[in-house]
């Protein structure tokens, strides 16, 4: 089993008290009969799809972005849509997703748009929210590189969007393969279930006592302290997973050669009032 970390702390994937033997389970054969969809995400708080989208086109869309950054980033001899680093960030490169860095004009790009357009991202959609969706605006574009140890900590989306409604639908989407190892997404299991109250105590000895909204950046910790194991999968280029809006779930870090590029969005049912500060594009610093 590979090594893997999350903000630096090592992991054994191979415990099978912090990690569930198995990668999560295909659920893209459940959207044919939505309801089936609709009831194992319930049951489960994530729904992982593979294939739902096409290959080619992710890959394209990792090309189209690592071609915009400063050639520094990538490892001589390599493609944009490889995306290996280098070992080298480009001199004086704004922090991720302010103006001024190649994600924040991306996710303002029509490449970037049009690949969001995709009719099947809507069908999942409408699929799983159980009628005509929308999806917001703040839509994120995420790129890290091995030894950045800028993972997600453990928090659930509700966290992040407590005005409006609460039927809200996130897709994650790997732009390019995304095994653990590169940082993919891992999902603490039945989470969707806990009340906040059960993992209080696990804030108070976060990493960001200034920010109240992560869980923490221990996912070893928190597992322990929850009784429940992380979900994890060998993510490629062209799935996605759906998950509920109090989930707890985090991210590993990226200790490979190639980058992780990943882009989340949000849909809501049409017609339900959305978190207003979702309606907008989104900046590494609009501070959401």
């Given at each position: 089993m590979p090594v893997v970390s999350s903000q630096g702390l090592p992991l054994d994937l191979s415990d099978r008290t912090l990690f569930a033997p198995e990668p999560l389970r295909d659920g893209a054969h459940l959207l044919g009969r939505p309801g089936g969809a609709r009831e194992r995400l319930a049951a489960e708080g994530c729904l992982y799809l593979r294939g739902v989208l096409d290959r080619a086109e992710a890959l394209r869309l990792r090309q189209a972005y690592f071609a915009a950054c400063d050639p520094v980033l990538l490892a001589p001899g390599t493609t944009p849509r490889e995306g290996v680093f280098s070992g080298r960030v480009p001199p004086g490169l704004p922090p991720h997703g302010v103006a001024g860095h190649p994600a924040y004009a991306f996710v303002r790009s029509e490449t970037f748009r049009r690949f969001l357009a995709s009719p099947a991202l809507t069908a999942v959609a409408d699929a799983l929210l159980g009628g005509p969706s929308v999806m917001l605006p703040r839509r994120i574009l995420r790129h890290f590189h091995r030894g950045a140890r800028t993972a997600s900590r453990a928090h659930t989306d509700r966290d992040y969007m407590d005005r409006g409604t609460d039927r809200v639908l996130t897709l994650w989407i790997p732009v390019g393969d995304c095994p653990p190892a590169t940082g993919g997404l891992v999902y603490l299991e039945g989470s969707h279930a806990l009340s906040p109250a059960s993992y209080a105590?696990?804030?108070?000895?976060?990493?960001?006592?200034?920010?109240?909204?992560?869980?923490?950046?221990?996912?070893?910790?928190?597992?322990?302290?929850?009784?429940?194991?992380?979900?994890?999968?060998?993510?490629?280029?062209?799935?996605?997973?759906?998950?509920?809006?109090?989930?707890?779930?985090?991210?590993?870090?990226?200790?490979?050669?190639?980058?992780?590029?990943?882009?989340?969005v949000r849909f809501v049912r049409r017609g339900d009032r959305a978190d207003p500060r979702w309606l907008r594009d989104w900046a590494g610093d609009d501070g959401f």
């Open positions: 105590s696990l804030r108070a000895a976060a990493d960001r006592p200034h920010d109240p909204r992560p869980i923490s950046h221990d996912l070893a910790r928190t597992a322990r302290a929850l009784g429940r194991r992380w979900l994890w999968a060998d993510y490629a280029a062209g799935d996605v997973t759906a998950h509920l809006p109090r989930v707890v779930h985090a991210s590993l870090d990226t200790r490979t050669p190639a980058m992780r590029l990943s882009v989340d």
